[in-house]
């Protein structure tokens, strides 16, 4: 039986997951990633993790999992800017872990601990593809007979599987935080709590949440607003104190206490755009190249992405270890699921991503968290 050789470019969680699962089934592979070192940029912010606990499963790691996710992450405040509070829901300390949150840095870690030393090659950035040869920045090379795009929202491996390209939906988000809130803030911590805590308007959301390591992380989402919003928004990036003044001013009439947060938050102030894939997308499958996670579904950041990303690694890794001397068969079977499981997921988190977009999002979201 040939063994083949297997090419992973990214290591993210789905590239990750994936050659963790194939190693489990005694299948190698090699990851190629582009960061200089598992350490080279900070990897910042607690994922949801639900569905994806079952490729956790799969990959051996659910104990490990459970002892770095926090079940109270799961605790969630829902309130209009005003500051009325519409919903609280504390997690009680023997509540089942169904979607406890996980520092995504050692969520990184538990994956990269489990996988034989050498299997992620560093400094790798993936360029292109010809010949049964990847190629890279820094004009090296290596054989595959599989080629596994795992390189996350900007994929360069996406354009030799199809031309479509991630649109932008009409989001902007400021990210910025609150360093070790506990002593620095103590009253805003007891405000945000031990979870998420989302403030819902006509058109704008303020979501934070607490880490692991006790920074509050705050995402300001402008919604409706073009890819050139960043440029008209008036907030200048390279002046954290008149940013942080620009952002209370682009929130007229919130209460003082939420705004509080913004004032707060030390200079790391960061634009995000927001971009997706077609919900459903798919493409003819190839023998020697194929997708997962983001670069695959790239969809609104609801929840969904790294537990897609998760599930679509193992099920790559089962369908490559059923298949080992037959890659085509492999990759069109694993493909057929991904599609499927991925568009159903897409859809979700456009419904849900409307339902934040609505001038009426915060009664749309109570009816949402507690219907009838
Ligand atoms: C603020 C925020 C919060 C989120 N919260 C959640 C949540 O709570 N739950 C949830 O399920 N999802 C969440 N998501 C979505 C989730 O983060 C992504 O869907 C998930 O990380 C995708 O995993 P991936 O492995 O496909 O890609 P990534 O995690 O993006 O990994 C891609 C990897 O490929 C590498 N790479 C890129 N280009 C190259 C190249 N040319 N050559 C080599 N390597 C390359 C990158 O450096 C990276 O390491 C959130 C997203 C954001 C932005």
């Known amino acids: 039986m040939n063994t083949p050789t297997i090419a992973i470019v990214g290591a993210g969680l789905g590239g990750l997951a994936l050659a963790r699962v194939l190693h489990v089934n005694g299948v190698d592979s090699v990851v190629y990633e582009r960061e200089p070192s598992r350490d080279a940029r900070g990897q910042g912010g607690m994922l949801d993790i639900h ?92 054989p595959y007979d599989l080629l596994v795009g795992a390189d996350g929202a900007r ?53 934070a949440q607490r880490n692991g390591d006790g920074r509050v992380r705050i995402g300001i989402s402008f919604y409706r607003t073009g890819e050139d919003w960043f440029a008209t928004s008036g907030i200048p990036f390279d002046d954290p104190p008149a940013a942080r003044a620009r952002l ?22 960061v634009p995000r755009s927001i971009s997706t894939l077609p919900v459903g997308l798919t493409w003819p499958s190839r023998p020697d190249v194929t997708l997962l996670g983001d670069a695959a579904h790239l969809m609104p950041p609801v929840g969904e992405g790294a537990n897609m990303a998760l599930l679509d690694g193992a099920a790559l890794g089962r369908a490559l270890a059923a298949h080992p ?37 915060a009664q749309r979201m109570l009816a949402f968290f507690q219907p009838g």
Do not use: K
């Not at 519409?86 to 996980?102: K, N, W």
């Not at 790798?124 to 090296?140: C, I, K, L, Y």
């Not at 209370?248 to 102030?269: K, Q, S």
């Not at 499981?341 to 419904?351: G, L, P, Q």
């Open 51 to 142: 569905s994806g606990q079952r490729a956790l499963r799969e990959a051996g790691l659910i104990d490990a999992f459970f002892a770095i996710a926090r079940g109270e992450g799961q605790d969630m405040r829902l309130l209009q800017p005003d500051g009325t509070l519409l919903l609280q829901e504390d997690t009680p300390d023997d509540a089942p872990l169904a979607r406890p949150e996980v520092d995504r840095a050692d969520l990184r870690d538990l994956l990269l601990d489990s996988l034989p030393e050498g299997t992620v090659r560093w400094g790798h950035a993936f360029t292109s593809a010809e010949g049964g040869r990847v190629r890279f920045a820094d004009g090296g090379s290596a």
């Open 155 to 207: 994929s360069r491996v996406r354009p030799l599987v199809t031309d479509v390209r991630p649109r932008h939906i009409g989001q902007n988000v400021v990210e910025i935080g609150i360093p070790d809130i506990d002593a620095t803030h103590p009253d805003l911590a007891a405000m945000v709590g031990r979870g998420t805590y989302w403030v819902l308007g006509d058109g704008i959301s303020l979501g």
């Open 248 to 269: 209370i001013e682009l929130l007229p009439g919130w209460d003082p206490r939420v705004t509080a947060l913004v004032a707060a938050c030390d200079d790391a102030i």
């Open 325 to 361: 001397d037959d890659v085509p068969t492999a990759v069109a079977e694993y493909e057929r699921e991904m599609f499927e499981r991925s568009s159903a997921a897409a859809r979700m988190s456009t419904d849900l991503q409307e339902m934040l977009m609505a001038p009426d999002a």
